[in-house]
């Protein structure tokens, strides 16, 4: 290997980059930058390179990206991004091997390889061995999921669009907002009401409902106040929504191997989550209680997760389920 690793995990909000001295390697070189100051991810990627490490020549790259990677293009959801090519940026950054994933399936990758200090139990059993399929449920500046697969020795990430599903609601007060969110937005999608804006829409929903003024929060300044009436309601309420979407997910994916959280923000109240019904709400499935019950849920706090699935990609195959090509690009023949 001529070269170290490109690895990175580009969000609406912030693109972090590492590089990773081959599979069994760690992250190093660690920097994020604001998404919002570049005009693209080739440009993101240059800017890393050129300020955290200048004269390094990667041998290959796993960028994973939060928006759909699919038909030979990649979009970012959540900033204001053109749609673009895995070639274009390979092409820019001048790196042999290149590989654009969705940011979830970099982080389900990431499941098998995170150790149980990685892992908070929220609610259920803990986490047990490997085996059977998984999900990753992420609130963050959007709301992601994914799945992942045991085939033969290895695994196979299962992307989605599964934040754009329905708001689960189930109580009074929930369908309440949801009300006011589909009156608002046109749409009950679970995204909406599961991310950093999301949060900050619940709270200003439920003043709405009660008629009282209050002035706008954020994410960030809710989950800093849990002991006022309004942002604690505000937070069990986002906790019990994604108890039943994780629920959700776990029927549909048949994910027996464990429901794991991610995203930007569950860190930041992951004592109101352990106290919420997070966990009642995801077993509250009549009549399949029985099967969610053995289901594992957990909250992942290692520090880069979707960087190590990344790094994972790059150790296998370049070539995706069944033989189908992965989005990846290698160079063309010398002359082309």
């Given at each position: 290997?001529s070269?170290?690793?490109?690895?990175?995990?580009?969000g609406?909000?912030?693109?972090?980059?590492?590089l990773?001295?081959?599979?069994?390697?760690?992250?190093?070189r660690v920097?994020?930058?604001?998404?919002?100051?570049?005009a693209g991810?080739?440009?993101?990627?240059?800017?890393?390179?050129e300020?955290?490490?200048?004269?390094v020549?990667p041998?290959?790259?796993?960028l994973?990206?939060?928006?759909?990677?699919a038909?030979g293009?990649?979009?970012?959801?959540?900033?204001?991004?053109?749609?673009?090519t895995?070639?274009?940026?390979?092409?820019?950054l001048?790196?042999p091997?290149?590989e654009?994933l969705n940011?979830?399936?970099?982080?389900?990758?990431?499941l098998p390889?995170l150790r149980?200090?990685?892992?908070?139990?929220i609610?259920?059993?803990?986490?047990?061995a490997?085996?059977?399929?998984m999900?990753?449920?992420?609130?963050?500046t959007?709301?992601?999921?994914?799945?992942?697969?045991?085939?033969?020795?290895?695994?196979?990430?299962?992307?989605?669009?599964?934040?754009?599903?329905d708001?689960?609601?189930?109580?009074?007060?929930?369908?309440?907002v949801?009300k006011?969110?589909r009156?608002?937005?046109?749409?009950?999608?679970?995204e909406y009401?599961?991310s950093?804006?999301?949060?900050?829409r619940i709270?200003r929903?439920?003043?709405e409902?009660d008629?009282?003024?209050?002035g706008p929060?954020g994410?960030?300044?809710?989950?800093?106040?849990?002991?006022?009436?309004?942002?604690?309601?505000a937070?069990?309420?986002?906790?019990?929504?994604?108890g039943?979407?994780?629920?959700?997910?776990?029927l549909?994916?048949?994910?027996?191997?464990?429901?794991?959280?991610?995203?930007?923000?569950?860190p930041?109240m992951a004592?109101?989550?352990r106290?919420?019904t997070f966990?009642?709400r995801f077993e509250a499935?009549?009549?399949?209680?029985?099967?969610?019950?053995?289901?594992p849920?957990?909250l992942?706090?290692h520090?880069?997760?979707?960087?190590?699935?990344?790094?994972a990609?790059l150790?296998?195959?370049?070539?995706?389920a069944?033989?189908?090509?992965?989005?990846t690009?290698?160079?063309?023949?010398?002359?082309?």
């Amino acid at each position: 290997m001529s070269g170290p690793w490109l690895v990175a995990d580009v969000g609406g909000t912030n693109a972090r980059f590492a590089l990773v001295d081959g599979p069994g390697g760690e992250p190093f070189r660690v920097g994020s930058l604001p998404t919002r100051d570049h005009a693209g991810l080739a440009d993101a990627a240059a800017a890393y390179l050129e300020r955290h490490a200048p004269g390094v020549r990667p041998s290959a790259a796993c960028l994973a990206v939060a928006g759909p990677v699919a038909g030979g293009t990649f979009r970012l959801t959540n900033a204001d991004w053109p749609v673009d090519t895995p070639e274009a940026v390979r092409a820019r950054l001048g790196i042999p091997r290149l590989e654009i994933l969705n940011d979830f399936e970099a982080l389900a990758l990431s499941l098998p390889r995170l150790r149980p200090a990685d892992l908070v139990p929220i609610g259920g059993p803990r986490p047990g061995a490997l085996g059977a399929p998984m999900a990753v449920v992420g609130p963050g500046t959007g709301l992601g999921v994914a799945g992942l697969v045991p085939v033969g020795g290895g695994w196979v990430p299962v992307p989605g669009e599964g934040g754009q599903v329905d708001v689960p609601a189930a109580t009074g007060r929930e369908i309440e907002v949801m009300k006011l969110l589909r009156a608002e937005r046109g749409a009950a999608t679970a995204e909406y009401l599961l991310s950093g804006d999301g949060l900050a829409r619940i709270h200003r929903y439920l003043a709405e409902i009660d008629d009282v003024e209050s002035g706008p929060l954020g994410a960030a300044e809710i989950c800093a106040r849990p002991g006022d009436p309004r942002c604690r309601e505000a937070l069990h309420m986002f906790c019990a929504l994604l108890g039943s979407l994780a629920g959700n997910v776990a029927l549909t994916l048949g994910a027996r191997g464990g429901v794991y959280l991610g995203g930007g923000i569950l860190p930041r109240m992951a004592d109101v989550l352990r106290e919420s019904t997070f966990r009642s709400r995801f077993e509250a499935k009549p009549p399949v209680e029985d099967y969610l019950r053995p289901i594992p849920t957990a909250l992942i706090v290692h520090p880069g997760p979707a960087l190590a699935g990344a790094t994972a990609r790059l150790a296998q195959s370049p070539r995706g389920a069944e033989g189908r090509p992965a989005q990846t690009v290698t160079p063309a023949p010398a002359g082309s």
